[in-house]
């Protein structure tokens, strides 16, 4: 019986040093950082107002002409503080005492008659805005996604563009052990050099220059994707930052990585 059971320890092992092999030598390579997002599971019901992770909706008309709005996103600038609602055809700057219209290479003022409440996700407007001589006719009427969160749902919350950033944009694992990359830091990237481990699906970055040990939870997409995700403490300055700190049990970061193709 003793002898069986060795056996049967020694095929388990020779499985897991196999299938660890295998994930470190699909690791190996250069990754580009494609997505971040947060997971929140929440211990109450609570109503959200996701600003950030899907287009918000409504209507704009310049001059009359309705404007897609399809895939207006909101963003904030990191440096400046900025509030930004952006599409392909039109942005619009958010200010305390007035809104900045960018459309057709022009850039408009508009000084009254609009109104924003970030808490509920809603921009309004109906007035005419400048640029010198240059009038248009605007009316805006946009509302972020509400979402009626359940008591012991998880919820994806993607960052938006120029918000929150995984530190790692870029990272390179060579079968040394050794790792290079870049780490983004407010608005600038630092190249980084430093080491990596993986032991069973939990990878483990650290940088010394920047003190940095972190382990990760890692899963695979194929041979050319996959995510990190890590368990992190509750922040009101983050996105989900309007949900009660008492109404959420617990808060991850994931963030997604795709092969290289250069």
Not at 41 to 67: A, Q, R
Not at 80 to 96: E, N, Q, R, V
Request: charged share 25%.
């Amino acid at each position: 019986m003793k002898k069986y059971f060795y056996f049967v320890a020694l095929f388990l092992f020779t499985l897991i040093s196999c299938e660890k092999a295998e994930e470190e030598k699909t690791l190996i390579g250069d990754w580009n950082n494609t997505e971040n997002s947060f997971l929140l599971e929440v211990n109450d019901n609570v109503d959200f107002v996701d600003l950030f992770s899907n287009p918000w909706k409504g209507e704009i008309k310049i001059d009359g002409k309705n404007i897609t709005v399809k895939n207006i996103h909101y963003s904030i600038d990191n440096v400046f503080g900025d509030h930004h609602l952006f599409s392909d055809s039109i942005g619009i700057t958010i200010y305390s005492n007035l809104l900045a219209i960018s459309y057709k290479n022009m850039e408009y003022i508009l000084t009254d008659n609009f109104s924003v409440d970030l808490e509920k996700g809603t921009l309004l407007a109906d007035g005419v805005a400048s640029s010198g001589e240059q009038k248009i006719a605007v009316v805006v009427n946009l509302s972020a996604e509400h979402i009626s969160m359940q008591k012991g749902r998880t919820y994806e919350l993607h960052d938006a563009q120029y918000y929150l950033k995984s530190p790692y944009t870029k990272l390179s694992f060579s079968s040394d052990g050794k790792m290079t990359g870049t780490i983004m830091d407010i608005d600038m990237l630092f190249i980084i050099d430093g080491k990596w481990e993986l032991h069973s699906n939990q990878l483990n970055i650290s940088v010394s220059d920047r003190s940095i040990d972190e382990d990760y939870a890692l899963s695979f997409n194929g041979d050319d994707a996959f995510e990190l995700i890590k368990d992190i403490e509750y922040s009101n300055s983050a996105i989900y930052g309007s949900i009660p700190a008492s109404k959420v049990k617990k808060v991850s970061y994931r963030i997604g990585y795709k092969r290289s193709e250069e």
